[in-house]
């Protein structure tokens, strides 16, 4: 159920995606480029959530693909040298090693832009504004911006991060638009935000703590990046705060108190439950 609603929602917003890149010739390319392969999951969220409010396919494919152009825009400038200097991303060279620093730049810029032209089109109707609002919430100084300043503090720092530090940082860089991308089901059908939301930070959590210890025990090629990073840089992450055993505990916790959040929906949220234990299983 999960996984084939998961492949056809990423499709779908990356079809919309796609359809809204403008063929100039100078950038388009390396923006298709920076949107292909990548697992979906944020599209997915929003599309999942707003069907669970009621909302179609047809509506919920505009914040999807809005979400999944600034996650790519994140991704493309987290991989340049200035920033966490990765050759790899989704298997593929990163944008700056296949062209180079501007256009990385420049395709980062135009995909954050081009998210905002897709979450304010017509047929997403009045929930635009609050939508709109969120987003740059969740993308800016308050959400994934301020993660990423933390992280990047955090290396000059001269000391590992604290447990409390690290949960902050993560609920900014990874946690913000994961939220985001939850409750916007909620906001399309103008309902209350609080269950969406409560899923949404557990499941980022999650997701986070899965991600750090993937870089421990997972494989290069099947994940699509460089493993094991954090560890030879010296970064606290949960592993190194936790210990392996108390990472995947605390993910599993978290991912049980995801599920909790949904039962106000019953069993018509039983795709979201798998989403969410999906993404303490993942092997990329
Ligand atoms: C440059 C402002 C700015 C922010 C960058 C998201 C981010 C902040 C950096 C990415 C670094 C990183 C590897 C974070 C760990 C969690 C994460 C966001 C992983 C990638 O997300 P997936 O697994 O990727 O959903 P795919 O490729 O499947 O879309």
Same mark, same amino acid.
């Given at each position: 159920m999960f996984?084939?609603r998961?492949? =056809?929602t990423s499709?779908? !917003?990356?079809a919309c995606?796609?359809? @809204?890149i403008h063929? $100039?010739?100078a950038?388009?390319?390396?923006?298709?480029? /920076?949107?292909s392969?990548g697992?979906?999951?944020?599209? +997915?969220?929003v599309m999942?959530?707003?069907?669970l409010?009621?909302?179609s396919d $047809?509506?919920?494919?505009?914040p999807?693909?809005?979400?999944?152009?600034?996650?790519a825009y994140?991704?493309?400038?987290?991989d340049?040298p200035?920033?966490d200097?990765?050759d790899l991303? &989704?298997g593929?060279p990163?944008?700056h090693?296949?062209?180079?620093?501007a256009?990385?730049?420049?395709?980062?810029?135009?995909?954050?832009?081009? !998210? +905002?032209?897709?979450?304010t089109?017509?047929?997403?109707g009045? /929930? &635009?504004?609050a *939508?709109?609002?969120?987003? /740059?919430?969740?993308a800016g100084?308050?959400?994934?911006v301020?993660?990423?300043?933390l992280?990047?503090a955090?290396?000059?720092?001269?000391?590992?991060?604290t447990l409390?530090?690290i949960t902050?940082?993560? @609920?900014?860089?990874?946690?913000a638009l994961? %939220?985001?991308s939850a409750?916007a089901g909620a +906001?399309? @059908?103008?309902?209350?935000?609080?269950?969406m939301s409560?899923? @949404?930070?557990? *499941?980022?959590l /999650?997701?986070q703590?899965?991600d750090d210890i993937?870089d421990?025990?997972?494989?290069?090629?099947?994940?699509g990046k460089?493993v094991g990073?954090d560890a030879?840089?010296?970064k606290?992450?949960?592993v190194?705060?936790?210990?392996? =055993?108390g990472a995947?505990? &605390?993910? %599993?916790?978290?991912?049980?108190?995801?599920? $909790?959040?949904?039962?106000? +929906?019953g069993?018509?949220? $039983?795709?979201?439950?798998e989403?969410a234990?999906?993404?303490?299983?993942?092997?990329?």
């Amino acid at each position: 159920m999960f996984t084939q609603r998961l492949d =056809d929602t990423s499709a779908a !917003a990356r079809a919309c995606l796609h359809g @809204a890149i403008h063929a $100039d010739g100078a950038l388009d390319a390396a923006m298709r480029y /920076a949107t292909s392969g990548g697992k979906g999951l944020r599209a +997915f969220l929003v599309m999942e959530t707003a069907r669970l409010h009621g909302v179609s396919d $047809d509506v919920s494919v505009w914040p999807a693909a809005a979400i999944e152009a600034i996650h790519a825009y994140s991704l493309v400038h987290d991989d340049l040298p200035c920033m966490d200097d990765d050759d790899l991303r &989704r298997g593929q060279p990163t944008v700056h090693v296949k062209w180079d620093e501007a256009t990385a730049v420049l395709v980062g810029d135009a995909l954050q832009s081009l !998210a +905002f032209e897709l979450v304010t089109h017509d047929t997403v109707g009045h /929930a &635009r504004v609050a *939508l709109t609002a969120t987003l /740059a919430r969740a993308a800016g100084q308050e959400g994934m911006v301020h993660g990423q300043a933390l992280d990047i503090a955090a290396e000059t720092a001269g000391r590992p991060l604290t447990l409390e530090e690290i949960t902050e940082l993560q @609920a900014g860089k990874t946690g913000a638009l994961i %939220r985001w991308s939850a409750e916007a089901g909620a +906001f399309l @059908a103008g309902a209350d935000p609080a269950p969406m939301s409560a899923y @949404a930070t557990a *499941l980022g959590l /999650a997701f986070q703590i899965a991600d750090d210890i993937l870089d421990v025990e997972g494989d290069a090629t099947a994940v699509g990046k460089a493993v094991g990073k954090d560890a030879d840089a010296g970064k606290a992450t949960f592993v190194s705060l936790l210990g392996l =055993d108390g990472a995947k505990s &605390r993910a %599993r916790a978290l991912v049980s108190d995801a599920c $909790d959040a949904l039962s106000p +929906f019953g069993s018509n949220a $039983d795709t979201l439950r798998e989403a969410a234990n999906f993404v303490i299983s993942r092997d990329k």
